[in-house]
């Protein structure tokens, strides 16, 4: 009996070490603030596998999937100079086959096979990498009357974050087709550390620095002060499903020349202002930092922080379109801001918090989590005179949900995830007990869905209207 493979063999004759970029120094530092055995931040993806693809054929396609890219073949080890990257030239990725059975007449209509590869799934992402000596990879195929159907990788967010495993899937469909499909690899992430510690990088580094520091130095205490008094992270969450913020946001977006993910950042910050009790707002943004051709196709752990700041003086008829374009700005200088070495940046927040006589580490994040061109590509634009009935008609699907979430992000007291804005705005927020007051995240987000419709749909609103309606 001929049993299936239960690795993927890899050699690339390449070993190297080096010291963390800086963007894999911030997810380290996640990790170590993390409990232990933590498991939260593994990442999963599903591939097809088109038809009459073999196993064999499957195998060689992940082999040269992983020598394509050092970091699914990297372990991050703690030495006495800090934490390194070491790449291993030969060895092999756990690899697991399962068989769907044949096809029945619930498989016919998606939903036993699915509720099948999500548990599949789910088995091979929750496992811990232990990340200094455990490969960040594990692979399984899926097969169906001995055929290969689906593909999942499951990967430590210390090798990749989502844009690199979005990056990954999209060269294993490239690998899977016959004849396979191979363009040049990205960057690798040793030889972005000749960039970071080239003298453009550093000088980048310095101004980026520079950026922060200013605006840590006056923005509200409320945006950037821990409220836990040294307790663990007590996390209120909320989620929201609406079609009509979908049609609110991006009929704003066409109608003022804006991407979809400004308007929510304006009307994010203009509510956390409110809900503050401030006449500005603070969003430390999630960032996949690449700005260099070179650095675009690089798979790794490659996201930093933007600090976006925009104030709201009162009173103010400032109409909604400027409001948007100043918040585009605001979104391009703090993008031009974040390539830095994060624990230069939390040595500079420490010295500031004692001048201010704060306790730090109480940051409000954004992070726009549609890691693809395609996720991020909105729908076609409704005609302006369709937009309102639409609204209309959609606002009664809204979904308001208190989803039970064992996450735990670092040094927030507010993190809000946009996951979806295509027909339906998916948007997850977590909360410090307490940050927002008695409306808390669901409280939040209904407060963003109805101040997002106003802006969309009545054309007198103003950044004062829309601010006196959020209070």
């Known amino acids: 009996m001929h049993l299936p493979p239960t690795a993927v063999h890899f050699r ?55 020598e394509r890219h050092d970091a699914l073949h990297t372990l991050f080890v703690d030495t006495p ?62 097969t169906r009357d001995g055929s290969p159907v689906t593909v999942l990788l499951a990967a430590s967010h210390m090798a990749v974050d989502g844009w690199s ?58 945006m950037i002060e821990s409220t836990r008094d040294g307790r663990p992270p007590n996390l209120d969450w909320g989620q929201i499903q609406s079609p009509a913020l979908a049609l609110a946001t991006n009929g704003l977006a066409s109608r003022h020349g804006v991407p979809p993910a400004t308007v929510l950042l ?6 956390l202002a409110s809900y503050t009790g401030e006449n500005e707002a603070l969003l430390r943004l999630i960032v996949s930092t690449r700005f260099r051709p070179a650095s675009r196709g690089l798979v790794g752990a490659f996201n930093e922080n933007a600090l976006f700041r925009l104030d709201f003086p009162q009173p103010s008829g400032e109409s909604v379109g400027d409001l948007l374009h100043r918040a585009s700005d605001a979104a391009l200088l703090a993008y031009a801001h974040c390539e830095y070495d994060p624990r230069k940046l939390d040595t500079i927040f420490a010295q500031i918090a004692v001048q201010r006589a704060i306790t730090p580490d109480g940051y409000c994040f954004f992070n726009d989590t549609r890691y693809s061109v395609q996720e991020q590509t ?28 064992d996450r735990l992000p670092k040094g927030a007291n507010f993190f809000l995830f946009l996951t979806d804005l295509s027909d339906t705005a998916e948007l997850m927020l977590c909360a410090e007990h307490g940050f927002l007051g008695e409306r808390g995240p669901l409280g ?17 609103a103003t950044t004062g209207t829309l601010l006196r309606d959020a209070a």
């Open 12 to 66: 690339t004759g390449r070993t190297a070490e080096g010291p963390l970029i800086w963007a894999q120094t911030a997810i380290w530092d996640v990790f170590r603030w993390l409990p232990p055995d933590d498991t939260t931040l593994n990442l999963l993806v599903q591939c097809p596998v088109p038809a009459g693809r073999s196993l064999s054929d499957v195998t060689l396609a992940l082999q040269r999937l992983v």
């Open 81 to 142: 100079d800090g934490p390194r990257q070491r790449v291993v030239g030969e060895g092999d990725i756990p690899l697991q086959v399962h068989d769907l059975g044949p096809l029945g007449s619930l498989d016919a209509f998606g939903s036993l096979g699915d509720l099948r590869v999500d548990e599949f799934g789910e088995a091979l992402r929750k496992p811990w990498f232990d990340i200094g000596a455990d490969l960040p990879l594990r692979v399984a195929v899926l």
């Open 165 to 222: 495993f979005a990056i990954v899937r999209g060269d294993l469909l490239n690998l899977l087709q016959d004849p396979p499909i191979a363009v040049e690899p990205g960057q690798q992430p040793l030889q972005r550390v000749e960039y970071e510690t080239s003298p453009i990088g550093l000088r980048r580094e310095a101004k980026a620095l520079s950026y922060w520091s200013k605006h840590l130095t006056g923005v509200p205490t409320r």
């Open 266 to 271: 304006a009307a994010v910050t203009l509510l």
């Open 378 to 405: 909105p729908p076609p634009p409704l005609p302006a005179s369709a937009l309102a009935p639409a609204i209309a008609d959609a606002l009664p699907a809204t979904k308001l949900l208190a989803p039970v979430i």
């Open 444 to 460: 939040f987000l209904d407060g963003l869905e109805r101040l997002v419709v106003r802006a969309a749909l009545d054309s007198e």
